[in-house]
């Protein structure tokens, strides 16, 4: 809310302004029945035909100016609205992009996603509502009522009675339905992921001749929305009927005492008029507000997870350290590491790697093999223990340094909307097609340039038009292209057959400059040529070795071994 | 298709075809009770003339009014609460359609049609429609009443003045067209723009961390920004125009209200006016209730196509083609033996692109069948058609010589059990799960499955046991655990035959060394066709399919094709290439 106000201070003269012409509109428009009330007091009583014209010819004024203001407020709300939005999702993003992978895990992308599209939505028709009908309503219902009692106090009284009894009404009801739509809407939730299961689940259902369990599950939670929706209908279409008794018992009651009041000569009747004309601008005004209320509480609720949304983020911060020139290239030191949701991934991990050196990384699901190589790059925050790259702590790198010496290959292959050009040039911004080209290449990917055309071949979103094997091997030419000095290759080979990822380890060994190389993976055959092989099970280093060292010391890596290559004698 | 998709609407209504003529009725009466009570006000107004007050049929006129106003209170509520039931009830009645007609999909519908989009239909469309056939029984059919029925009153008061309304009338469509015209323009402009940086965000921060690696932040920020400020600036011009629509509607209500009040005042001028000070109050209020309806009902007419739009695609679905249904005579055996045999089949997905062509094998009882190849060459073709997940396009299967497509579909899958790699488990708790191939299995059988899979010990440490709640995702359990659970559903039906898919790899040594071990168990004297990773699988095979691109390239065993030398001995060999 105190955020909302903040984004609205940049367009502090149109959101002050917008309220205002709102509020002379609606000045106008009070105006009117008093008009009327004249029209037929003096003009009707004493047949003044241009006393009738001249009044006619003010109501077309009164109109023409509430026009022109309505207008002016129309457009200063909305383009205070539209701003507030616009600035919210810009800041949003740029805190998107200053997440950390800890941070990215957190938040989710659905998250992220309805937060910036359709809460922003809501905060902008929030504020567009509000500063149109914040003022305006008020002031009509209230203008009504002071109205009113200028005309006669007495009849007055009638109105005093009948808002607050409408305020009353309109907001019980609201208060009641908020909770009840609240539990519609999840049970609604519920048959969705009900309809999905059936669809995701199709071939297992079939296969277990499940059917007719599947279609009854559906139709209990079908028919408890049913009933929900039809008990919460109830309550909320009482609205309109409770409204129009309200106001209509009100206007009886205006007409009796009224018609006393004129016998008695107090009033005439074109105060009357006027009278039953102001009670009819608060019923309309009144439903308004209501639909008002809705949308606000709903802006307000939008608002107040964009305000969580905010709080996200965990910068990192720069420390001192003095580099090592003696040290060997890659330092793990004692390392340990947590994710932040708790549990220890790592566990007091120590090796070196020098310049130039493969690195393999083995072990199953969960044995922290992708946390490993994810702390080089200062990806996350090491818990205990300290990483060096070249002589220094990663954490003594200042910005994108440490990220521009290191080509990351992730585990999902995934290129991003444009030609394989754009694409490429992620790895390094000004590489010329030349550069572009050596990198495909030696990724293995050439056939891949040749069989699309040529480098401005598109690739659409998430690089859906490429097959998976294809996408891998741009993902690891886009990390080559930047000549990087660290090469992580997060099991980005299983998409490979053995023949291909065999040749693609060997065409890296042979570049000019060969990086220090860490390759991820569950299968023995892509780590065992590896200068060192490191064996994690559940977060502990229980082999650090050759290939050959390994199968004699580490009885993980031999069972590894056996169950990929049992028999495996015959090469 | 439009008139196609409103019959089809027509008939979810058949079943509510009472309530709504009710409902009509009811509106008919409220409509002419609103109408009415501005004119018994006006009866009353008049009689309240200075120095002439007749108090006492002012007071049987207000009694009137009291018992109208409670009446349409009363009818108005119970108007409202039948309309909503109608849609509700058609909104449920397309579900169950829906639900049933999903089970009755062929496998290429689904699997050629996104989930979320099918999903989409089934709730947000469906959603979409009942609003959109609400808001079109409640305010067109009322509107276009209370239009005639306004016309109607106005004329029997004063038939110039009804005149005057009717010849303004055009003014009002006039000017609430021109607006409606201009601001769908501008909100087509928006809602591509929101779209497309939809698209963005959705992409650049779900792959983020190929960002962070690359530190690509500011380059996406400034393309966000571009995205950003054109969606500002469509959006205050939609948002705009869009707002212009209530303050126009508002000018020409106005200069009806003052022609009426002009006209009407020259009216009730004279010794002998032609209409009273209470008429013109009442001529008032139709003035201002006339113009209401057409704003709304331009409003309902987008409604109402959006609601068709959404039908259309909604009937769309429910009208898909279905699988042929089981033969009337279709063959139920009481035993399965398992001998499974391919006579001359072809199959492909398009008819462009051939896949599997006459191909020709035969399983015996109890043979182990390994389906080998590289990513994505197909593998998962064959559990299609050997399911009859998908029919071949030419040529037989046949198991113990009946052909599948003369076989009834619940005995041919309650003979197979199949443990795929991608473990699919239904919300609800673990024995719902284990229980899905036998509702029926009592306690010590479903625990006997879980011991014999290699699950038991691990589904005890559960906090609940076999009743843990289980969400879709499989909730905390790992995806060796899924798989295990998978393989205890078999293990309890313990049918003659068996499509397994081997994991490649995201499944730690241990729990692999179990899923191995169930394995085992479960192939012991019945027909398995596996889809293998696993060199040790694979070498212990009677017989090895081996594919590549779709097409079934060769068959023998593990020796007989090595001596080959064909493709497969080059994947073998491949593995073994420093």
């Known amino acids: 809310m105190k955020r909302i106000l903040h984004y609205l201070s940049k367009y502090k003269v149109v959101s002050f302004l917008a309220p205002l012409f709102k509020m002379l509109e609606a000045t106008f428009e009070l105006l009117v029945p008093i008009v009327v009330m004249d029209l037929v007091d003096i003009g009707i009583k004493n047949g003044d035909k241009g006393y009738i014209i001249s009044r006619a010819l003010i109501l077309v004024l009164f109109c023409a100016l509430g026009f022109g203001f309505a207008v002016t407020a129309q457009f200063f709300s909305a383009k205070a609205a539209v701003g507030v939005a616009k600035d919210l999702r810009r800041d949003m993003y740029e805190k998107t992009q200053k997440f950390n992978h800890a941070d990215l895990d957190r938040a989710g992308i659905s998250n992220i996603l309805t937060r910036m599209t359709g809460d922003v939505n809501q905060v902008q028709t929030g504020v567009n509502m509000t500063l149109r009908l914040l003022m305006r309503s008020p002031i009509v219902v209230f203008g009504a009522v002071i109205c009113a009692f200028l005309i006669d106090v007495k009849c007055a009284l009638i109105f005093a009675v009948a808002v607050p009894l409408l305020l009353i009404a309109v907001f019980a009801i609201i208060l009641v339905t908020i909770p009840l739509f609240k539990n519609v809407q999840k049970k609604l939730e519920r048959v969705l992921r009900s309809a999905r299961q059936n669809l995701t689940g199709a071939r297992v259902i079939r296969a277990f001749c499940a059917e007719d369990e599947e279609i009854n599950d559906f139709d209990k939670e079908n028919n408890e929305l049913f009933d929900m929706q039809k008990f919460t209908s109830r309550i909320s279409v009482l609205l309109n009927p409770l409204t129009y008794l309200i106001i209509n018992f009100a206007i009886i009651a205006l007409i009796y005492t009224g018609a006393i009041r004129i016998e008695s000569g107090i009033i005439t009747q074109g105060a009357l008029l006027a009278l039953y004309d102001y009670m009819s601008q608060i019923l309309i005004e009144l439903v308004k507000f209501a639909n008002f209320i809705v949308t606000i509480t709903k802006a307000m609720a939008s608002a107040n997870r964009i305000d969580e949304f905010f709080k996200e983020g965990t910068p990192m911060k720069t420390i001192a350290d003095k580099r090592d020139e003696n040290a060997p290239f890659i330092v793990f030191d004692n390392v340990s590491f947590a994710y932040p949701s708790g549990g220890n991934v790592l566990e007091n991990i120590s090796f070196t790697a020098n310049r130039g050196e493969t690195i393999g990384i083995i072990g199953g699901t969960g044995s922290g093999k992708s946390s490993l190589v994810s702390l080089i790059p200062r990806f996350y925050e090491v818990s205990g223990g300290t990483v060096k790259v070249d002589g220094l702590d990663v954490r003594a790198y200042d910005g994108d340094s440490l990220k521009e010496r290191i080509g990351v290959v992730p585990q999902r292959a995934v290129l991003f909307a444009g030609s394989i050009r754009d694409n490429m040039k992620w790895g390094k911004n000004n590489a010329t097609d030349e550069e572009i080209l050596d990198a495909i290449k030696t990724a293995q990917g050439g056939d891949i340039v040749s069989a699309k055309g040529s480098l401005d071949a598109p690739v659409t979103e998430g690089g859906k038009n490429f097959s998976g094997g294809q996408r891998q091997r741009l993902t690891i030419a886009r990390a080559l292209v930047r000549k990087p000095e660290i090469l992580i290759l997060d099991d980005s080979a299983s998409a490979l057959d053995y023949a291909t990822d065999a040749k693609l380890r060997m065409a890296i060994r042979g570049l000019e400059n060969p990086p220090t190389t860490f390759i991820v993976s569950q299968r023995t055959a892509s780590v065992m040529h590896a200068d060192k092989i490191i064996v994690l099970d559940d977060g502990k280093a229980v082999g650090i070795g050759t290939h050959d060292e390994l199968l004699e010391s580490c009885p993980i890596y031999k069972e590894i071994y056996d169950s990929q290559f049992k028999g495996g004698e015959g090469k | ?578």
């Open chain 2, 1 to 578: 298709m439009k008139k196609g998709t409103f019959t089809r609407v027509l008939t979810y209504i058949k079943n509510s075809i009472g309530l709504l003529l009710v409902t009509l009725i009811l509106a008919l009466a409220i409509v002419a009770m609103t109408l009415y009570l501005p004119i018994l006000i006006g009866d009353a107004i008049d009689l309240c003339v200075e120095g002439n007050v007749k108090i006492d049929t002012i007071v049987d006129i207000l009694i009137k009014c009291g018992i109208t106003v409670a009446l349409t209170a009363i009818l108005q509520w119970i108007m409202s609460i039948l309309n909503n039931n109608i849609t509700f009830r058609i909104v449920r009645d397309i579900r169950r359609d829906a639900i049933r007609k999903i089970q009755r999909l062929p496998l290429s519908y689904i699997d050629s049609h996104q989930t979320g989009e099918t999903v989409n239909r089934v709730i947000s469309d469906v959603d979409q429609f009942s609003d959109g056939l609400l808001m079109g029984f409640t305010q067109f059919f009322t509107g276009i009443i209370t239009i005639i029925g306004t016309l109607a009153f106005l004329i029997v008061i004063d038939w110039r003045i009804a005149l005057f309304v009717f010849a303004l009338t055009p003014l009002s469509l006039f000017v609430a067209k021109f607006i409606a015209q201009h601001t769908h323009d501008f909100f087509l402009v928006q809602s591509k723009t929101k779209a497309e940086q939809t698209a963005f965000i959705n992409e650049t921060v779900s792959e983020q961390k190929v960002s962070i690696a690359f530190s690509h932040g500011d380059e996406n920020l400034e393309k966000f920004d571009e995205i950003n400020d054109r969606l500002a600036k469509c959006s205050l011009k939609a948002t705009f125009y869009s707002s212009l629509t209530n303050p126009s509607t508002r000018v020409v209500n106005n200069l009806v209200y003052f022609g009426v009040a002009l006209l009407g005042g020259f009216f009730c001028i004279g010794i002998n006016p032609s209409m009273t000070v209470g008429n013109l109050a009442v001529c008032l209020r139709y003035a201002n209730q006339y113009t209401k309806p057409f704003n709304e009902i331009s409003g309902v007419i987008t409604e109402l196509q959006n609601a068709l739009a959404c039908a259309s695609r909604i009937f769309e679905m429910l009208d898909a083609k279905e699988i042929e249904p089981d033969k009337d005579d279709a063959a139920d055996p009481e035993e399965i033996n398992g001998n499974v045999t391919f006579e001359n089949v072809h199959f492909s997905y398009t008819p462009e692109k051939k896949l599997i062509e006459n191909f020709n094998f035969a399983a015996k009882h109890g043979q182990r069948i390994a389906i080998v190849g590289p990513t994505g060459c197909g593998k998962t073709t064959l559990i299609n058609l050997l399911m009859r997940f998908y029919n071949p396009t030419d040529g037989k299967i046949m198991i113990d010589g009946i052909c599948t497509r003369d076989l009834k579909r619940v005995t041919l899958r309650k003979n197979f059990g199949m443990v795929l790699q991608d473990t699919w488990l239904r919300e609800g708790t673990i024995r719902d799960n284990i229980t899905m191939g036998k509702p029926d299995a009592t306690d010590e059988e479903v625990v006997a499955a879980a011991k014999a899979a290699h699950a038991h010990s691990f589904i005890k440490n559960l906090p609940n046991g076999y009743d843990t709640y289980i969400g879709e995702d499989g909730g905390a359990l790992s995806a060796g655990q899924k798989q295990l659970l998978c393989i205890t559903r078999i293990m309890l039906c313990l049918p003659p035959m068996l499509i397994l898919d081997e994991a490649t790899s995201s499944i730690d040594t241990r729990t692999e060394m179990r899923i191995q071990n169930a394995f085992a168990t479960l192939m012991k004297g019945r027909t398995s066709f596996i889809v293998a990773h696993r060199l040790s699988t694979i070498r212990e095979a009677d017989v090895i399919l081996v594919m590549r691109d779709g097409n079934i390239v060769e068959q023998g065993t593990h020796d007989e094709l090595l001596a080959k030398g064909g493709f497969y001995s080059e994947l073998w060999n491949a593995q073994f290439v420093n």
